[in-house]
T-cell receptor, first 115, second 110 residues
Framework: KAGVTQTPRYLIKTRGQQVTLSCSPISGHRSVSWYQQTPGQGLQFLFEYFSETQRNKGNFPGRFSGRQFSNSRSEMNVSTLELGDSALYLC??????????????FGSGTQLSVL | DAKTTQPPSMDCAEGRAANLPCNHSTISGNEYVYWYRQIHSQGPQYIIHGLKNNETNEMASLIITEDRKSSTLILPHATLRDTAVYYCIVRVAVNNDMRFGAGTRLTVKP
């Protein structure tokens, strides 16, 4: 079955703009998490959604937001982009959040460059 | 979640076993040990996980010490395609906030 799909794969924006990234989880998976990866900070957790509700949030400013739709697809939005937002944004899905030994499956990510 | 310590880099000869250590001395009784790897420009890939017992799957084996304070990921016959950054993560499975450290950069050489 198809894996986690993230679009677009690459994105170039300028400071002050906003951006929306999309994630389609594995079929049947209802939990979607977002991570930011930068060379300096590594992989950092942004937030997690399950059944259209945000369950958990990492330590990021309010410019970072997300949502989940009834079909479990998720989007994340970054407003008023800053140079430091340049990163690989990864989406991960699981059948349900943190129940027992729940594995995360990651997409290939969206590489965002802010100029 | 417990903190993990991994060597920053390791080399391994192709065809030989790669043994990647991880220290998690502050692990709690209900925390699992997970291993993921990330090949350049791709998302992390799940490898294996365990709680107390040693585990084996088609990709690797996971050896957890009896006191659970450390573990070793074993790739039995490393290939060039196993060159990647390997992350050891210890977490309580109550949410999907996984704390990735810096990992070990494994280079498999011909």
């Amino acid at each position: 079955k198809a894996g986690v799909t993230q679009t677009p794969r690459y994105l170039i924006k300028t400071r002050g703009q906003q951006v929306t990234l999309s994630c389609s989880p594995i079929s049947g998976h209802r939990s979607v998490s977002w991570y930011q990866q930068t060379p300096g900070q590594g992989l950092q957790f942004l937030f997690e959604y399950f059944s259209e509700t945000q369950r958990n949030k990492g330590n990021f400013p309010g410019r970072f937001s997300g949502r989940q739709f009834s079909n479990s697809r998720s989007e994340m939005n970054v407003s008023t982009l800053e140079l430091g937002d340049s990163a690989l944004y990864l989406c991960a899905s699981s059948y349900r959040p943190g129940q027992g030994e729940e594995k995360l499956f990651f997409g290939s990510g969206t590489q965002l460059s802010v100029l | 979640d417990a903190k993990t310590t991994q060597p920053p880099s390791m080399d391994c000869a192709e065809g030989r076993a790669a043994n990647l250590p991880c220290n998690h001395s502050t692990i709690s009784g209900n925390e699992y040990v997970y291993w993921y790897r990330q090949i350049h420009s791709q998302g992390p890939q799940y490898i294996i996980h365990g709680l107390k017992n040693n585990e084996t799957n088609e990709m690797a084996s996971l050896i957890i010490t009896e006191d659970r304070k450390s573990s070793t990921l074993i790739l039995p016959h490393a290939t060039l395609r196993d060159t990647a950054v390997y992350y050891c993560i210890v977490r309580v499975a109550v949410n999907n906030d996984m704390r990735f450290g810096a990992g070990t950069r494994l280079t498999v050489k011909p």
